[in-house]
């Protein structure tokens, strides 16, 4: 589902904080996620930020544009309950995200959860 329709689907997540656990979460093919949680919820999610299009223009210079929506795909991971539970589980989050492996290195600390 896309980053709207992952809101719409519930209005808690709109109103609710979030928590950023980075925006350098990479797959295989090179895909840009972004890792966050839902406070009011206790989803963690990954957002998909596929690169931005650059334009050129006749001088040469160049523009990002911005993406629709549409293209950040969303995907819950789980549940995880309160703060200290997500920081928990996700302890060492930021050395995992810099290395090869780090999506899954998430999805099996969250599937150890439970």
Do not use: C, K
Not at 9 to 25: I, K, L, N
Not at 51 to 64: F, Q, R, T
Request: charge should be negative.
């Amino acid at each position: 589902m896309d980053i709207e329709a992952f809101y719409d689907a519930d209005p808690r997540r709109r109103a609710s904080e979030e928590v950023s656990f980075g925006r350098d979460w990479f797959d295989a093919d090179g895909v840009r996620w972004e890792l966050n949680w839902v406070a009011d919820t206790g989803e963690l999610y990954l957002m998909r930020e596929p690169s931005e299009p650059v334009e050129m223009d006749a001088l040469g210079d160049s523009y990002i544009q911005d993406l629709p929506l549409s293209e950040l795909g969303v995907r819950i991971l789980g549940v995880l309950d309160g703060r200290d539970r997500v920081h928990e589980v996700l302890a060492g989050w930021q050395d995992a995200m810099a290395g090869a492996g780090g999506l899954d290195w998430v999805a099996e600390r969250v599937a150890a959860a439970g």
